[in-house]
Every structure is written in C-alpha cells, then in structure tokens.
C-alpha cells in the first residue's frame, strides 16, 4: 500500500552471493560498469562486523572481522551501490523515490553485475527498511501511533510515553534459511520525539529461484509488517493511503 507522504528514509536490498565468488579484484571488473548508471561518485571504505563461523565438527560462532568496501554514489546521493566480499548492497537514501523506480534500480543493478561478473550466484536476499516518524513531545504516547496489540509490537508497550526500545527477530541465516527483523528506537530531540523502525526480510534461495520474484514476495511481506505496525494516527499523517 503507498502513502502520500511514506515514513521511509531509507530501503536498501542485500544480495548474498556464494561463498569465494566475490572477490576484491572482481570489484574493480565491476565499478566501472557502475559508473554507466550513473554511480560514479567512488569511495574506498571498510567496516568491522560480527559474522558467523563455523569450523569443521564445530557450533557456529560469531567472530569480529574487518570487511573491505567499495561505495558507488549517484552524484545527488540518492542512490547507492556498495561492494563486499559476497554481498551486494542496493541503496536508496532519503525521500522515497517509490518502488518501481527502487525495482528498476534493482534489476538493472543486477543485470550488469550478472554481465560483468559471468553469473550472479544469489544464496540470500533481503530487503530492508528505515523508517522515520517525528512527532510532539507534549503528547506522545507510543501506542497513539505504533500498534501495540500484539501483532508484532508487545501490548506491554501500549501506554508508554518514556524512550524505549524494542528488537525482535526470527530465524538466523545461514543454519536456518531466513531473518525477520524489527528493531524500534524511540528518542527525544527538543520538544519533539522521533520513532526509527529498521525492519529487514531475507530468505535464502533454493535451486533456480528467479531473485525478482523473491524481491516481490519480500516486498509484499513488509508492506504487510507495516500496515500490522502503524495506527490509523499514523496513516493519517503520511497522508492516508493512495488510490
């Protein structure tokens, strides 16, 4: 369902490839197909993260690791292409530019890394989601704007008016073949109180999935968390649903 004024800052997909297909050289087969789309702003980047390993006869364990990246901007920063070992990662940043234009993105995206790198061998695929709502202080109370009936949010929430968090999930890839997230921060700044939901949707693929069929059924997934999470408070504040 689409909204005149959308909460979303940010959607971003992660496309999980084999283990060893993508390697740091092969980034550089890639950027500078990525330039023809127009990401041709490039940054040289790494992060530190928390993965999961497993040794041979061994439970998995999370480990810290350092992980090289390579940005690929828009020149308006609006669009985003960044580059792991085995992951891609598909950003639109800021004013929701609606899902068609975010699937064009997708599937072009895909189509040229497909091209250059001689396959695309997707293992997993997630679409996540940031969203943003600002309301006043004076009179906030949670459950006003978020539902707290417990579809997905605790009715222990319904009534509070302090900073709060909540993060739940489900399922832990890759031992099970899916993650469901949803983590809610709720802050003051000033006189006004602002509520950031992150929710992320993967599955793992299986035989010759088509990507874009499973980028649709995720899509449809998390239009349908958002309409369990939000009151008719919120929906009338993006401006009630389009027709």
């Known amino acids: 369902m689409g909204y005149r004024r959308p909460l979303l800052i940010e959607i971003y997909s992660e496309v999980h490839l084999a283990p060893g297909f993508m390697t740091q050289e092969r980034f550089f087969d890639l950027v500078p197909k990525l330039k023809d789309l127009g ?12 993965v ?3 040794s041979q006869g061994q439970a998995v364990q999370l ?17 985003l292409i960044q580059l792991s070992p085995d992951i891609i990662i ?11 234009n975010f699937q064009q ?5 895909c189509k040229v890394a497909a091209n250059v790198l001689g396959s695309l061998p997707v293992v997993a695929l997630s679409l996540n989601t940031i969203d943003k709502l600002t309301a006043p202080s004076k009179d906030f109370a949670f459950d006003h704007y978020f539902n707290c009936r417990g579809a997905i949010i605790p009715e222990w929430f319904s009534g509070v008016r302090a900073l709060c968090d909540l993060s739940i999930g489900k399922g832990f890839f ?3 073949k899916f993650n469901r997230q949803v983590q809610i921060q709720v ?12 929710s992320i949707f993967l599955d793992g693929l299986s035989g010759n999935e088509n990507i874009a069929d499973v980028m649709q059924r995720l899509h449809a ?3 349908a968390s958002f309409e369990k999470l939000v009151t008719d408070k919120t929906r009338a504040i993006m401006g009630g649903p389009l027709q």
């Open 90 to 100: 598909l950003n639109h940043v800021g004013d929701y530019l609606g899902w068609s």
């Open 174 to 176: 890759p031992n099970d």
């Open 187 to 198: 802050r003051n700044s000033g006189d006004n109180t602002t509520v950031q939901i992150l």
């Open 52 to 54: 999961p390993m497993q």
């Open 63 to 79: 480990a810290p690791v350092v992980i090289p990246r390579v940005k690929c901007w828009s020149n308006d920063r609006k669009k």
């Open 221 to 223: 997934e998390s239009n």
């Open 105 to 109: 993105f997708f599937d072009a995206s």
């Open 39 to 50: 990401l041709g702003s490039i940054e040289l980047t790494q992060m530190s993260a928390i």
